[in-house]
């Protein structure tokens, strides 16, 4: 139990364009998920914190208004990359905790901007 | 804001070879967790650490929770190729997790 899956795995896109990532909690109802940002060679930065049907609360120096994020149902949540440049190319991983208890990790997305 | 200074940051090991890494901090925390991330995959739990004192074992791998609660340790009996990763420790809340540096670690035949 506790699958959580991202789509795409992967996606190139064009500068100026962008791009949505999908995460899903499939077997659990997910009250809080969260995305994470890692450059090649370092650590998960969380971006940001959504709880459905809230706002997500952004950390800080993230730009809400770039990185839109949804959490319309207990098992979806979505990350927009708006208007994305070289300089957002990186892994994206989303995790899913299920009130208050371990967060569960997705497989993660490469963004690659070109 | 907190940081998890892992060490060492890379290793390279031999097959058969146990494995040690830790992790320090400047803050007390409450939980340790420790996770490994495949090359291109999202990071799994190994082992979760709930007292300070606690040493708690998973197969071939061994965690403690140091009793500063500053601290943290993981090792991996007879390492095997497919311990390869970067191991994690965490640390933090439900509602917020923090990654420490990591440990590279490449094990060779």
Known sequence: ????????????????????IECRSLDFQATTMFWYRQFPKQSLMLMATS???????YEQGVEKDKFLINHASLTLSTLTVTSAHPEDSSFYICSASRQGREQYFGPGTRLTVT | GQQLNQSPQSMFIQEGEDVSMNCTSSSIFNTWLWYKQDPGEGPVLLIALYKAGELTSNGRLTAQFGIT??????????????????????????????????TRLQVTL
């Open chain 1, 51 to 57: 709880n459905e049907g809230s706002k997500a609360t």
């Open chain 2, 69 to 102: 609660r500053k601290d943290s340790f993981l090792n991996i009996s007879a390492s095997i190729p497919s311990d390869v990763g970067i191991y994690f420790c965490v640390s933090g809340t439900a509602s917020k997790l923090t990654f420490g540096t990591g």
């Open chain 1, 1 to 20: 139990g506790a699958v959580v899956s991202q789509h795409p795995s992967w996606v190139i896109c064009k500068s100026g364009t962008s791009v949505k």
